[in-house]
């Protein structure tokens, strides 16, 4: 998650199969010269019914240097995650120093369980548990009318199969005509994260372009993240806003455990806010990380995905993707 004390790497949503995109901070911009060098900082994130995944470890370093992983991942460390008196040791990338690898065929991780992380390098120690959210279902994804709300189209999902959520007609969604929705069953969890992906390279821009200019459309990627948030009520009202390109487009919603809520509400990335559903956040001067012996998150996550088309409004006015 982070890379030193300088340039800190906050990825958000979906790593591989877990999280997406990525932004990029310039020396000192997180922590300054406030946070001392050589802080374990650790990047390890559970999802339930996956395999343990990989993790990084790296330290921080003085502010100003320029962020490598020979200077700042930390090597040959003792890295376990415990469950249930099991004890899974975690081995050393031999190419990477910040990189650490599960045991082979890796254990799938289980929902409403506690998993204990311990890091021991060079003397010091890094400790941290979290409690797995219960399975997240989306059953149901709908487009409503923007005054009555009533429900004017609702989607096919995945249990109907891939074919038929990207090539059902109720599945073509005009943009920004209506509002998206998600509906799910409320599980025990602290909050939710959206990530938003768009899965057909060199698709046309749909936002308007009448007052971006060609820096601001570099700017745009097809994954994108919100903050943290919470949904009590089991509905998620899914933005608009971050949706920059047509055709077939993912949504993956995010059960988090309080870890993570706790990383995204916190962070200066995410404006230290409740995110788009004006809920929890304080402004926190640095982002809250819940480990003993360093910084960064150890958390975990259920994850279920909702998928339509986006159909440009006016497809004779369409800006082509960079």
């Known amino acids: 998650m982070f890379e030193g ?24 911009d997180l922590f300054g010269s406030q946070t001392e060098d050589g802080r374990l900082v650790l990047d390890a994130l559970l999802i339930v019914d996956r395999p343990l995944p990989d993790l990084l470890l790296s330290e921080t370093i003085v502010p100003g240097q320029p962020v490598t992983d020979e200077n700042s991942g930390v090597a040959g460390a003792r890295v376990e995650i415990a469950l249930d008196g099991q004890v899974f040791g975690y081995s050393n990338d031999p190419a ?5 690898h599960p045991p082979s065929d890796p254990p ?15 003397g010091r120690v890094l400790t941290g548990t979290t409690i797995t959210p219960a399975r997240l279902e989306i059953r149901a994804g709908v487009l409503l009318d923007e005054e009555s709300l009533e429900v004017t189209q609702e989607f096919k999902t995945y249990r109907d199969g891939e074919d038929a959520v990207f090539g059902a ?3 073509q969604v005009v943009y920004q005509e209506g509002l998206l929705e998600a509906r799910f069953d409320p599980i025990p969890a602290a909050g939710y994260q959206v990530g938003i992906f768009s899965l057909d390279p060199g698709s046309p821009f749909v936002i308007d372009g009448l007052f971006l200019d060609e820096r601001d459309f570099s700017d745009f990627e097809r ?27 993912k949504i993956k919603v995010f ?14 990335e995410f404006g230290g806010s409740g995110g788009f559903g004006g809920n929890a956040g304080d402004n926190f001067k640095f982002p809250q990380f819940n480990l003993e012996g360093g910084i960064g998150v150890f958390g975990s996550a259920s994850v279920d995905s909702l998928g ?10 369409l800006r082509p993707s960079l």
Do not use: H
Not at 8 to 18: D, H, I
Not at 255 to 266: I, L, P, Q, S, Y
């Open 5 to 28: 004390n300088g340039r800190w790497v906050v990825l958000v949503v979906a790593v591989g199969a877990l999280w997406g995109c990525s932004t990029e901070r310039g020396p000192g």
């Open 96 to 100: 990477q120093r910040s990189l650490y």
């Open 108 to 122: 799938i991780v289980l929902p409403e369980k506690v998993y204990a992380m311990r890091v021991e390098a060079d």
């Open 169 to 171: 007609p109720e599945n």
């Open 223 to 249: 994954q994108e993240s919100s903050p943290a948030f919470e949904a009590q009520d089991g509905s998620l009202r899914l933005p608009w806003f971050a949706v920059y390109y047509a055709g077939r487009t």
């Open 255 to 268: 059960a988090v455990d309080k870890n993570w809520f706790d990383f995204v509400r916190t962070s200066p």
């Open 308 to 317: 339509f088309v986006v159909v440009p409004r006016d497809s004779t006015n």
